[in-house]
């Protein structure tokens, strides 16, 4: 895409109203704009990389058998009355809205509820299980404050998965595979070398639940990791009862903070017994479904590669998540100069290699270059007399210090690997 | 994809709380699911057939110059106000909700307020325009009544685009090429020999609007169509002035049930008016910009299609945004039936034909035909005892009366063929 007609543009100062850097980066480098707090739409470039994430988790949840669909955030009170979840008491961040005729409706935060009760449609023996739906969707929460960019919003995309088995042992393997499939997709969006499963209070159901913690200096969560297990453990389960039976000592943990980028559920029968979700089992006899539930906040992932993996001069995108993978500049205005790097741009494109081409006319090599930081896209490829005269183009990775000129065939060599 | 592996099932008797031939057949195939009235989940065929239909919107868009953003479903009234949106005795279809400390919120119907609003970033020159930015993006809309099934929901799925641009003659340059990129839609999506641009009232601001209405003979709207000169009016401007002035005399005139499935709005100042979207002109001047908007319910496009194309048995999906190309059908559960059906499967799959693969083995065949015929899947291939013995497979369109045997050579050559 060429950059003089993308309708974003950058800014050169911090947003006054943002306290998180996510924001800060993301709404200076033109991906998201401001609603209100915790409430973002989406730009091109953000939105590039919003799809980009959404892609990746959905080949990994198809991986594991996950069937796609799209739920309603508009809720009906009455499925969450048989669950005990409409009270405000109970579940703490409704927003509630009403019908002409008055009726009062819920706007979705998470869709246990529904789900379970649309799956009495489909589900009757255990011929139907295991079972694996999943959706994207926007998620409505009432945060009473909402200051961490799009790491917590009020609207926010979310990855759900439900999984419906027909007892503990059934669930317990897909519970494994999911975390498998999880650990994909962290190390697909550039984050694997920092994200930990974490073992995380299970609530009533269940002995822990499971986090996938990526180690940042700005996270909310405490995690107390032993590298060399490879185990880790959120503060709220840090106990000896609970050290013991993982076979962890105090002495070997190392405290970290962390932003939670996932989680996963054993629920059992905490949904399906309220909601008669139940099936005929292979003797006739009719039970509740077992049932789990997997998370991925799509945005807060997408908030956390930003937290973790910028530097001081603006965003580094991972290859497979960046909105393009090379940022294209022609420097100065010479016909010489804009005529090769039409060319480029035009050769790039055939090849299939998504590139943002910097074909401003007004702007200087300075603001070029310190928006090609900015932006974070993995390759800069520089055009410019000098590029030219030293026989091509100046090639640097965003993580590089220094470029070096390559050929037009070195150029498209490079990019088009897989990395 | 096996259809014994999909979780949802067909349905024998329609639904008895649905009045409409799309919620009807849509529910009885698992397309979609009922949360309640003008509320339905997608479920993963009906979903599919969803997101083709956004992906050719989308290509036809780009193709445009159209910029893809989301924006939010929570709005802030303050801008709303500046307009005169905000009352519910203006805009009479508001869902609104409260934040926590008791802020007033509405679920966005449309769109126009805040993106005006947020354009006051990006645009400032006339070297910014024209623009044209556009989303998929869940609306919300307090309807008093939803029996349409998905033709007229509650909450659904909509493109809205919008279009910036310094003047009325720059924007009647993009308001025409629109007509194309929109009428390239139906075309793909297999209503374009029933879709019409129809004169309808242009409100305050422009003499017409334009709608796009698809005829059958259960739509809401009554149109005018001139079949020889291909021009159409909405009943609403059905007067001497307005024939007069498109040449056109009653006597010629045919009246059509029809649905509106996309309208073009030249909207003007009215909204960058109140909302101070400006820009320096080449001479130094602060103008307004010309404003216009461009909607497309998507979910209402695919219940047009239900509405316009299924017959007596059920759905007719064309080509382009079929759930899966190809119904394969296995009847009976000898060995060589399902042996020689897994490897047509296989060899589909290997050709990238997007296949589902009726693999149940405790289904007849009167009711495997007739779920090939309600879910309406273009080509149905069946691999029985008979087809083996004739020599093939069985295929048949889902509008043929009937199939004729051919090779798996055969099969993979016309299942292949783009038509």
Known sequence: MRQSKLFTKTKKENPADEASKNAELLIRGGFIHKEMAGVYTYLPLGLRTLKKIEKIIREEMNAIGGQEVSMTALQDPEIWKKTGRWDDDVVDVWFKTKLKNDTELGLGCTHEEPITNMMTNFISSYRDLPMFAYQFQTKFRNELRAKAGILRGREFLMKDMYSFCKDEKEHDEFYEKSKVAYMNVYKRVGLGHITYIVFASGGMFSKYSHEFQTITSVGEDLIYLDENKGIAVNKEVLNDDVLTSLGLKRENLVEHKAIEVGNIFTYGKRYSEPLNLNFMNETGESNPVFMGAYGIGVSRLMGTVVEA???????????????????????????????????????????????????????????????????????????????????????????????????????????????
Do not use: C
């Open 309 to 419: 993996l910028s530097d001081d001069k603006g965003i580094i995108w991972p290859e497979e998540i960046a909105p393009f993978k090379v940022h294209l500049l022609a420097l100065g205005d010479s016909e010489k100069v804009t005529a090769q790097a039409n060319m480029i741009y035009e050769q790039l494109n055939e090849a299939g290699v998504e590139v943002l081409f910097d074909d401003r006319l007004e702007n200087s090599a300075g603001e070029k270059f310190a928006d090609a930081d900015l932006l974070g896209m993995p390759y800069r490829a520089v055009v410019s007399e000098r590029s030219i005269t030293a026989g091509g183009i100046e090639l640097k990775k965003r993580t590089e210090e220094k470029g070096k000129i390559v050929s037009l065939e070195e150029l498209l060599k490079i990019v088009s690997e897989k990395n």
